[in-house]
């Protein structure tokens, strides 16, 4: 059936007992150029609907008489209605017999959709029918709109959610796929000419496309945006410029692009699909591309400038932390240093580790600003420069802990940190620790033991008084330990729980400070949602 309301071709389903009535009734919408399937009782009716679904060939509407042999036919149409893929199929009940009005509220409560009284003038009779295809066709396409609208409203909710651009691409894509029945692409192309790209996921994972594939789309979105007006550009770009496999592995299509810049004017956003997938879907889909395009690109600016801080936040620590091939000389004594910072979906954490020679020894500090933001990486360069400056005039660990404690509270009352700094005289192996809200140092003994330091304090910054320092003597084969919670911290899990399957690891570990670092790394240190600092010693 077309828009203009032409029944030509329309599938027509009579249920009917009565042959005679049966054949004149198909006979006469055959006339009318209708394929008719005549059918004489209601299990004859599911059944046959039943084989038209397998085939995918179900009627466009179901003329059913009221007085079925097997079923009234209203109970029939009750079990169409209640059936998830014939619910849609409009029912037009008809009959030669008076119904009651009570009949005929109980077919209205079925889902039927008009009533005729046979016999029935032709013009009647397929100006009902007209009707009912009809107004089915308008709920089917009012119902497939507002799917679509769920659709649009899930996918941006996904897109706004997402923690990095990989994470942002692969949700659009997916969501141009779920909207449009295509299969999508997504490109984000930052200021720096990187380009981000999410594929929808019945995009079969074989024979992706290339580098060489990437840098054209990024030299085509350049041009393309060169110029480039506010607001949402579609565009259609034909195979032989647009690389070959982004929709389908090794097949070439057409594009139809949706592409906007962010705000900022410093990225671009582009979501592709096939044209001729496109095409066929017409301008609803558009717009709802365009409407997920412009959605995409608010989504990306946050991400973008996070990109950019925490980019300034890595360099502030891998510039003011020192790298272990430029560890200071400290005599009498072997030091070993990681640092792993987090996933790039992660924010950037305050981590930080020390070694300085000292008048009385080798003071040692891990620590961690309480917070992930450039101010906690700025902070966290505070705190180093100021323990180094306050360890020239002593060194004493609980000395030192009662001066961060009051900087923090100075300069950054809105600020907590934790650290654990431990004093270490090389000849004698004499060692005083303090530790401030830090996990507790842990020695692992060439026993095959380790335990932790029984050394524990209030946080930096909380203005709570700071106790003694706890004071050991290490072995010369004995290692001391000092990580930060983010090699062992795990959403769900209790801290304790988590020091003990550290602890357990360390003490099985290969001989040597690196053996010690690496197979903790490898134990706990994959995907972690917070920086990873690490000093281990020894006398040596």
Not at 80 to 88: I, L, V, W
Not at 451 to 456: E, H, I, R, T
Not at 523 to 540: N, P, Y
Request: charge should be negative.
């Amino acid at each position: 059936m077309d828009v203009n309301g032409d029944l030509t071709g329309t599938t027509v389903m009579v249920v009917d007992d009565a042959e005679a009535s049966r054949y004149a009734m198909g006979t006469l919408l055959s006339r009318a150029g209708h394929r008719v399937v005549p059918v004489a009782t209601g299990q004859e009716a599911l059944a046959e609907l039943d084989d038209r679904l397998r085939k995918g060939t179900l009627p466009d509407v179901a003329l059913v008489d009221v007085g079925l042999p097997d079923m009234s036919g209203f109970e029939l149409c009750r079990l169409f209605k209640e059936r998830p893929h014939t619910a849609g199929l409009p029912v037009v009940h008809f009959s030669a017999a008076n119904v009651a009005p009570v009949d005929c509220c109980e077919g209205l409560d079925a889902g039927f959709e008009a009533y005729l009284k046979v016999p029935a003038e032709p013009l009647e009779i397929e100006a009902v029918v007209r009707a009912a295809v009809r107004n089915a066709q308008v709920r089917a396409d009012d119902r497939a709109l507002v799917r679509r609208l769920t659709l649009l409203s899930e996918t941006i909710v996904t897109i706004q959610a997402a923690r990095s651009l990989p994470e942002l691409t692969d949700a659009a894509a997916e969501g141009i796929s779920r909207v449009t029945g295509t299969p999508a692409a997504v490109f984000v192309l930052d200021q720096d000419e990187g380009l981000y790209r999410g594929l929808s996921r019945d995009r079969v994972p074989v024979a992706l496309p290339d580098e060489g594939a990437d840098r054209a789309v990024a030299a085509l979105l350049q041009r393309l945006t060169r110029g480039q007006a506010v607001g949402v550009q579609l565009t259609t770009v034909p195979s032989p410029l647009w690389p070959a496999g982004y929709f389908r592995p090794g097949v070439e299509h057409d594009a139809r692009l949706a592409i906007v810049r962010t705000q900022d004017g410093r990225a671009t956003v582009c979501l592709a699909a096939p044209a001729r997938g496109m095409r066929r879907l017409g301008p609803e889909r558009e717009s709802l591309l365009a409407q997920l395009t412009q959605a995409t690109a608010f989504a990306a600016e946050p991400l973008l400038m996070y990109q950019v801080e925490r980019h300034v936040a890595l360099t502030l620590q891998h510039s003011f932390l020192p790298q272990p091939h430029r560890l200071p000389e400290l005599p009498g004594m072997d030091v070993v240093v990681r640092y792993v910072p987090a996933s790039p979906e992660t924010e950037i954490g305050g981590d930080f580790y020390a070694a300085l020679r000292t008048d009385e020894g080798v003071l040692t500090a891990v620590g961690d600003v309480v917070g992930h933001s450039l101010d906690a990486a700025t902070v966290m360069v505070e705190l180093r420069h100021a323990l180094r400056a306050y360890a020239v005039e002593d060194s004493d660990p609980a000395v030192l802990a009662e001066r961060l404690d009051r900087l923090l509270q100075r300069y950054h009352p809105d600020l907590t940190a934790t650290v654990c700094l431990a004093l270490i005289d090389p000849g004698t192996g004499r060692t005083r620790i303090a530790n401030a809200g830090h996990i507790p140092p842990l020695i692992v003994r060439d026993t095959g033991s380790a335990d932790y330091v029984k050394a524990a304090g209030p946080l930096l910054g909380v203005g709570l008084p700071h106790p003694p320092t706890t004071e050991l003597f290490l072995e010369p084969t004995d290692r001391l330990l000092m990580v930060t919670d983010g090699l062992i911290e795990t959403r769900g899990t209790d801290l304790s729980a988590s020091m003990e399957h550290l602890r357990a690891a360390a003490a099985g570990s290969l001989p040597g400070l690196d053996a010690l670092c690496d197979t903790l790394l490898a134990s706990f240190g994959h995907d972690r949602e917070d920086d990873i600092a690490m000093l281990a010693l020894r006398l040596g």
